[in-house]
């Protein structure tokens, strides 16, 4: 009787366990999962993109529309030439 209430009480307790950290690990990977879409990000340096840590990797108009602006002026290599 005794023995299988400690194993029943060990199931329960290793069911609950499991669920709680199953829980627990959607709950922050839920939190901290990386979100692409441009409404939920913030600009970090105050829209001033050249020189900015994360413009390689921003997404906020500012940043594509500055990226484009790069691309534009940057010098075309002509494959032809050499
Ligand atoms: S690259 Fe993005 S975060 Fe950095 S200044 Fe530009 S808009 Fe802001």
């Given at each position: 009787?005794?023995?299988?209430?400690t194993?029943?009480?060990?199931?329960?307790?290793?069911?609950?366990?499991?669920?709680?950290s199953?829980?627990?690990?959607?709950?922050?990977?839920?939190?901290?999962?990386?979100?692409?879409?441009?409404?939920?990000?913030?600009?970090?340096?105050?829209?001033?993109?050249?020189?900015?840590?994360?413009?390689?990797?921003?997404?906020?108009?500012?940043?594509?529309?500055?990226?484009?602006?790069?691309?534009?002026?940057?010098?075309?290599?002509?494959?032809?030439?050499?």
């Amino acid at each position: 009787m005794f023995e299988n209430q400690t194993r029943r009480g060990f199931i329960q307790s290793f069911a609950r366990n499991t669920v709680l950290s199953i829980l627990g690990l959607l709950g922050g990977f839920l939190l901290l999962r990386k979100r692409d879409d441009a409404s939920v990000h913030t600009c970090i340096n105050e829209f001033i993109c050249h020189g900015c840590g994360v413009f390689n990797k921003c997404i906020l108009p500012q940043a594509v529309s500055a990226k484009k602006s790069m691309k534009l002026n940057s010098p075309q290599i002509d494959k032809h030439d050499s």
